[in-house]
């Protein structure tokens, strides 16, 4: 787990800005554990950034098959509006 840096620098947003990395480190952990996910808890972080306000499935997001390819124009999103 690493903060590179603090948004606020007073003692309390120092604290809640650990607490809320830590509640989103064992967040992630638990969907790993539940969804017995064999990528890295930093490879989930960072597609769940990406994909933060998408609406998709959290298991759809953390396909492998989603993903896979680098190609941007492999991965279409479904047209909402049609």
């Known amino acids: 787990m690493?903060?590179?840096a603090f948004y606020?620098?007073?003692e309390n947003a120092v604290k809640t800005q650990?607490?809320?990395a830590i509640t989103v480190y064992?967040?992630?952990?638990i969907i790993?554990?539940?969804l017995n996910l064999e990528m890295s808890l930093y490879t989930i972080l960072q597609i769940l950034?990406?994909?933060?306000f998408?609406?998709?499935?959290?298991?759809?997001a953390l396909s492998t098959t989603a993903y896979t390819n680098q190609n941007a124009d492999s991965?279409?999103?479904?047209?909402?509006?049609e």
């Not at 950034?49 to 933060?52: A, M, Q």
């Open 2 to 4: 690493r903060i590179k």
């Open 54 to 60: 998408e609406k998709i499935p959290i298991l759809q």
């Open 18 to 20: 650990i607490w809320i």
């Open 49 to 52: 950034s990406v994909t933060l």
């Open 8 to 10: 606020g620098t007073s």
């Open 26 to 29: 064992v967040l992630v952990a």
């Open 75 to 81: 991965y279409k999103q479904p047209n909402l509006f």
């Open 32 to 34: 790993k554990k539940r």
